[in-house]
């Protein structure tokens, strides 16, 4: 199997502050993380890809400067959301691929649920 | 564009089968897809079909259509723990998943 840990698990902030999220592959190493938000009831919505010594690549309509995004090692990805505002308050998930076979698969963290207040 | 259909909710009785179908259109399609996420909590793999056929595992199976652009997820034995929406996510060569709204499935006793 592979595991793949967030932290926190939830956070309260207030408004202006900066909240940063962690993402580590416990057993394997991940050249590639995703990081996704999820609205009550809607669907994962991808917001970057973060690739291990480079730069994230972010999907449209999604502020870099807003949502840092560090992949530092092979085992370690982090999220900062910069000066939260109560609409940041969503439920965000990393994922890290694995190859397995011939194919990768994602594996989930258990997600990290923000409350801007 | 992209696009996928999946039945937004179903209801089914515990022991039962039940089957979650998903259509999709995307460019570059490459495989696709299935997991179950509960409420609250962050999806969880279940199955992956990249050639036309079943996959088997365990209570869970999978089928795929490339030429259809048709899968389906078939789930046996259904216990109530199986109540959980359940997620169609096809991606292209990159392995770039695209996600739909899911399907949410309600267990009765």
């Known amino acids: 199997g592979a595991v793949v840990s967030q932290h926190p698990s939830w956070v309260i902030c207030k408004s202006g502050t900066s909240v940063k999220i962690e993402c580590r592959s416990l057993d394997f190493q991940a050249t590639t993380m995703f990081w996704y938000r999820q609205f009550p009831k809607q669907s994962l919505m991808l917001m970057a890809t973060?690739?291990?010594?480079?730069?994230?690549?972010?999907e449209q309509g999604v502020e870099k400067d807003k949502f840092l995004i560090n992949h530092a090692s092979l085992t370690l990805s982090t999220l900062t959301v910069t000066s939260a505002h109560p609409e940041d308050s969503s439920f965000y998930i990393c994922?890290?691929?694995?190859?397995?076979?011939?194919?990768?698969?994602?594996?989930f963290g258990p997600g990290t649920r923000l409350t801007v207040t | 564009g992209q696009n996928i259909d999946q039945p937004t909710e179903m209801t089914a009785t515990e022991g039962a089968i039940v089957q979650i179908n998903c259509t999709y259109q995307t460019s570059g399609f490459n495989g696709l897809f299935w997991y179950q996420q509960h409420a609250g909590e962050a999806p969880t793999f279940l199955s992956y079909n990249v050639l036309d056929g079943l996959e088997e595992k365990g209570r869970f199976s999978s089928f795929l259509s490339r030429s259809k652009g048709y899968s389906y997820l078939l789930l046996k034995e259904l216990q109530m723990k199986d109540s959980a929406s359940y997620l169609c996510?096809?991606?292209?060569?990159?392995?770039?998943?695209?996600w739909g709204a899911g399907t949410k499935l309600i267990i009765k006793p």
């Open positions: 994922s890290a691929r694995k190859l397995e076979g011939s194919a990768y698969e994602q594996y």
């Open positions: 996510a096809p991606h292209d060569s990159n392995y770039q998943l695209i």
């Open positions: 973060s690739n291990e010594g480079s730069k994230a690549t972010y």
